[in-house]
């Protein structure tokens, strides 16, 4: 066992007395020592009862003659980090994660593993670091919050809150219909109840193979839950046994997997960033290039918030991530050949997959659209690819040409848009909010829920080299690549400028000559870096191109 090397032979006296220090026996030392990586704290909603899932995990790993020992792992929400400087620090704990899990793994020498997350970034930020440290793994989330319930019998969610300031702003609620949101929106603890970018991770890693059915979907009050939890630790001891090993299991295949069940289920834009790190962690190389090919190929099946009006209870009650990945084995679309964290192949592990609501996760031959969920848009303005989520984009807007509204960050946007100066037809574009520019990549949620919220989100586009919490709708598209602040050519935009967008045919384009192009590029001039010190200035320093992964490089 790796855990030998700090449990056994005279040489390893001295870190046998420090585990003796912990009230661990000579007993427990002679079996596996499980690292239970837990992202408990007090300040995440999708996080409070971590702790709870934890001690379950724990349980299990007892039961079947392993050791669980907790060591913890940092996570941010999203959402209070959301409109201002903090958000800067969200994309940016992926990466603090993966590499403070790997220092805590290594030099404890566990023998396996069980993943707690349950947000945005500790999802990714922990499939990074088992792909990286590669040893038997397994992962276990929190589970989705339950939808809200506004007094008029109406069910509410997260987006629609952020939208309800702008609905405010526009004049059509006032503090009271806000307020209203505010105490119904998210009632309870969990990860917020749409098809957001947590609960598209923690589905993708079911889809993947590296959590047990359920992880995606199973509400975090439920405890059907904790069940999975103790099954999960369980399950680690057998995958220790049998020495099964992440990159034996997040192959090639089973990343195309991810994608392909991506696009059925319509996740956040926010895949196209964490899928391809993850990717890189494990020895696989992913691009953007290969998502129109998925998407063109892979019917939109489900329509969960913030594209439409159900929930994530409601796909674990049609039978969840499995009964959607049965779907799309009837037309070939996965490879069922890989193997899962269950010890089975994909095949076998769906055998007893069930479709119990064909309204809610669509069958093949009468899906949302004949197409996935994101689409990938290349042209002059994004060379090498922006994203957006065309399942939450109305017909409307599949097409559409209009005059550029630049801004040089978020918060200039915003005050322009709550104070009524974007109007129909508009593109609104923000710049120097990418990985470098940020730094961090900022999600751009309160523009693009103050845009729904004002009722012009069948009208008005917005383009960002930031991104987008998958709470977003409309014509929202990110990941502009080259970012403004690595001189693409959206650093070049002008007020005014026509910009062409078609996501029907994947491109983008600023309707402006090479020629004038070439004359604003020669006269364009770097800002200067927004963060001298700390640990963003590093980031801003390592970062890639969001069309990469936004990975850091050595």
């Known amino acids: 066992m790796r855990s030998d090397n700090i449990t056994k032979g005279i040489e390893r006296a001295p870190n046998r007395s420090l585990l003796y220090a912990l009230g661990l026996t000579e007993e427990e030392l002679s079996r596996p020592l499980v690292g239970v990586v837990s992202s408990y704290n007090e300040i995440v909603p999708g996080h409070m009862n971590l702790d709870k899932i934890e001690e379950a995990v724990k349980a299990g790993v007892r039961t079947n003659g392993g050791i669980p020992i907790m060591i913890p792992a940092i996570a941010v929400c999203d959402g209070i980090a959301m409109g201002h400087n903090g958000m800067k620090y969200s994309l940016v704990t992926r990466d603090l994660i993966a590499d403070s899990t790997e220092a805590m793994v290594m030099a404890h020498q566990f023998d396996g593993l069980v993943m707690i997350p349950n947000c945005d970034k500790n999802v990714p930020g922990l499939l990074m ?3 990286r440290l590669n040893i038997p793994t397994l992962f276990c989330s929190g589970g989705p919050m339950l939808a809200g319930t506004l007094e008029n019998g109406t069910r509410t969610c997260l987006s629609h809150m952020f939208e309800a300031v702008g609905a405010y702003h526009a004049g059509t609620m006032d503090e009271n219909d806000v307020m209203e949101y505010v105490e119904n929106a998210c009632p309870s603890c969990g990860s917020c109840s749409g098809m ?3 609960n598209s991770m923690n589905c993708l890693t079911e889809a993947i193979g590296m959590a047990l059915e359920g992880n995606g979907t199973i509400p975090a009050p439920f405890s059907a839950r904790l069940r999975l939890a103790k099954k999960t630790g ?5 995958l220790i046994e049998k020495d099964i090993k992440p990159r034996d299991i997040m ?10 069940v991506d ?4 996740c956040s834009t926010n895949t196209m960033l964490h899928l391809p790190a993850i990717a890189h962690e494990a020895g696989v190389t992913l691009n953007l290039d290969m998502v129109n090919e998925i998407s063109a190929k892979t019917p939109n099946l489900c329509h969960l918030a913030p594209a439409g009006d159900t929930f994530m209870e409601d796909l674990d009650r049609a039978g969840g991530v499995s009964a959607v990945m049965k779907e799309l084995t009837k037309k070939g679309l996965l490879d069922t050949s890989v193997l899962t964290v269950s010890g089975q192949t994909l095949e076998k592990r769906l055998e007893n997959a069930r479709n119990k609501n064909e309204e809610l996760i669509r069958p093949l031959e009468h899906p949302y659209s004949q197409t996935g969920g994101i689409a990938v848009l290349k042209g002059n303005l994004a060379k090498d690819g922006c994203v957006v989520k065309q399942s939450a984009v109305s017909k409307k807007m599949m097409k559409h040409e209009g005059p550029a509204r630049v801004f040089n960050s978020e918060e200039e946007a915003i005050k322009v848009i709550y104070a009524g100066g974007i109007k129909a037809g508009d593109v609104v574009v923000i710049r120097y909010e990418g990985p470098k520019g940020g730094p961090g990549m900022r999600e751009m949620l309160n523009p693009t829920s103050a845009i729904c919220g004002m009722g012009l989100d069948d009208s008005v586009a917005l383009i960002t080299d930031g991104r987008f919490s998958g709470a977003t709708r409309g014509a929202s598209i990110g990941h502009v690549s080259p970012e403004a602040a690595a001189g693409g050519t959206i650093a070049l935009v002008e007020e005014g400028d026509l910009i062409s967008i078609d996501i029907t045919n994947y491109r983008i384009e600023l309707m402006v000559s090479d020629e ?3 004359r604003r590029r020669d006269t ?3 800002p200067e870096a927004k963060e001298n010190t700390g640990y963003l200035a590093r980031y801003a320093k390592l970062v890639s191109s969001a069309d990469k992964g936004a990975i850091l490089t050595v």
């Open 516 to 518: 004038e192009l070439q």
């Open 251 to 260: 192959t090639e295949s089973a990343f195309h997997n991810a994608e392909t």
């Open 524 to 526: 364009f001039q770097y």
């Open 234 to 238: 369980m399950k680690i001891m057998e």
């Open 196 to 198: 957001y970018t947590a």
């Open 129 to 131: 670091a088992a792909a």
């Open 263 to 266: 696009m059925a289920l319509g």
